[in-house]
């Protein structure tokens, strides 16, 4: 019979949540959505040395964000509780002693001093990638090379020890990844990895696979980074007698800096001014050791939507040029057959882009909505504007919008009168702009037009035609007048936005400004 797909994302709180993170949350999702099974939460904390306060709480709230929403998880339990690793180490404490009764694992004693003695010593014999292995466990102090009574006093009287792996010395391990195809390993490149710590915790590697196993997962979908570490966990299981219900293992391609060189880093997204981070967190800074504030993708306006369909395509092709994807048509499309092998660069603009998609889609009231919360939180107007203004000015703003707050931004204009225009009107300054300008001002005190954009491009069309000047010759100074800049949406729509007194203040401001700047 089929088991049920069972899907993990197993985080680390060890700080923010990265965003090579969320697209592992986002294909674990994905896949278990497609395929009505299970997404589980579990968190990884047995690391206690690397334990970061609050970074539990921002995983999931991040994932919430997004709607990356789990089917177990700490915070909603489930049938496999607990699922904080923290929490389940009596399980763990089981199978390493099981691993040991069989002779698979077994107790080291050994100091750090003994441990780093042992490397200077490889490293004198010139040994490459000195480790404790098949080779080394015999020169050691463990349970393979002390009497068994020495080992018993040992263990009673409290002296400090860890549990090892004993890895196979002439042994081929192999995995069949659904990315990679098959991966060989000779044991003789692995080493005896800790699976027991000295304070009582597992490593990463036992609690990974015991929890797996216990927690029914069917797929391991992970970072690419993870890789070295699955023949590991493949021999783990085969020594645990658990082979018939190993998980299928997806590794997934790296997320690579800009310029492609190296995996994504902190550092790297900010020299090119991006965030790594789904949402706002502070951390101490290595070199100034101050704390400081790093903006996340929803504080810079993304949309949640929009960044989802980023990260889908950032590994995964649907295989045809489509690329909007609603989260309901990634799930039905998604499959882990279609994720390439190798890295993908990190593309900021391409994440801008399908905001900017996103954003047209709204409706003209929810932008108006971010336009009026924008104005609201900068104080640029007393009042806010009535919905009908704001949706106006929504629409027309909408074309060169990225992010929310971009409604505002590019909206300034239409609330200030511009009081400097910068050098490009002197540039685009002819005496014909003075001619049209001066009689666009007369033409509107003495004649009343509909106050619409239709009727004020009437009457400038008017106006230059009877002077014989082509329109095209006067147009960017006339915008840089009206607006204080050399860019943005219909002339005439923002004319009929600002209304016909703020039109003549502007025009007389800027036949002024002219006048004492070039005489
Ligand atoms: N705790 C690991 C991490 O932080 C999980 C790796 C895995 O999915 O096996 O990424």
Not at 49 to 63: D, F, P
Not at 126 to 145: C, D, H, I
Request: proline letters at 5%; a negative charge.
């Amino acid at each position: 019979m089929e088991r049920e797909v069972r899907v993990r994302f197993a985080p680390s709180p060890t700080g923010a949540l990265h965003i090579g993170g969320v697209r592992t949350a986002l294909y674990n999702y994905l896949f278990a959505k497609k395929t009505n099974g299970k997404f589980i939460i579990r968190i990884e904390d047995t690391d206690q040395t690397r334990y970061v306060e609050g970074a539990e709480e921002y995983i999931m709230k991040s994932l919430e964000w997004l709607g990356i929403t789990p089917d177990e998880s700490p915070l909603i339990g489930g049938d496999c509780k607990p699922y904080r690793q923290s929490e389940r180490k009596p399980m763990y404490k089981q199978y390493a002693m099981q691993l040991i009764e069989e002779g698979k694992a077994y107790y080291a004693f050994d100091t750090a001093e003994e441990l780093d003695a042992m490397r200077q010593r490889l490293e004198k014999a010139k040994v490459k990638n000195p480790s404790y292995n098949a080779v080394t466990r015999t020169q050691m102090k463990n349970s393979l090379t002390l009497p068994a009574d020495e080992v018993k006093a040992r263990l009673e009287s409290g002296e400090p020890y860890v549990i090892r792996i004993k890895i196979p010395k002439k042994e081929e391990i192999r995995l069949n990844d659904l990315i990679r195809g098959w991966v060989m390993v000779h044991s003789s490149t692995l080493d005896d990895k800790v699976l027991m710590k000295s304070d009582g915790m597992p490593t990463y590697h036992l609690a990974n696979v015991v929890d797996d196993y216990l927690m029914k997962i069917t797929h391991v979908i992970r970072g690419e980074e993870w890789l070295p570490s699955a023949p590991l966990h493949v021999l783990l299981y085969q020594y645990l007698g658990w082979e018939n219900v190993m998980p299928r293992f997806a590794h997934l391609p790296l997320l690579l800096n800009p310029d492609g060189k190296g995996k994504l880093s902190k550092r790297k997204a900010k020299e090119y001014g991006f965030p790594v981070f789904p949402l706002e967190w502070k951390e101490i800074d290595e070199n100034s050791k101050e704390e400081i504030w790093l903006p996340g993708y929803k504080e810079q306006g993304y949309l949640p939507e929009a960044l989802l369909n980023f990260l889908a395509l950032l590994g995964w092709s649907p295989g045809t040029n489509q690329e909007i994807f609603g989260i309901d048509e990634m799930i039905e499309n998604f499959s882990l057959e279609r994720i390439n092998k190798a890295g993908v660069k990190f593309d900021i603009d391409k994440a801008k882009w399908f905001n900017q998609q996103y954003l047209r889609t709204k409706s003209n009231a929810e932008l108006a909505q971010y336009l009026q919360a924008g104005l609201k939180e900068n104080n640029v107007l007393s009042a806010p504007l009535t919905s009908e203004k704001a949706e106006k000015i929504a629409e027309l703003m909408k074309e060169r919008a990225t992010f929310p707050q971009d409604f505002w931004k590019e909206a300034l204009y239409l609330f200030q009168t511009p009081t400097e225009y910068n050098e490009a009107l002197q540039q685009k300054w002819t005496p014909e702009v003075a001619q049209v300008l001066q009689e666009y001002l007369k033409e509107l005190q003495n004649t009343t037009i509909d106050w619409n954009a239709e009727e004020i491009k009437h009457l400038l069309h008017q106006i230059t035609d009877q002077l014989q000047i082509k329109i095209g010759k006067v147009m960017a100074a006339i915008r840089i007048v009206i607006t204080g800049v050399t860019a943005g949406p219909d002339l005439m729509m923002i004319q009929e936005i600002i209304g016909k007194e703020e039109l003549l203040q502007r025009i007389k401001n800027g036949l002024a400004q002219f006048h004492t700047t070039t005489a």
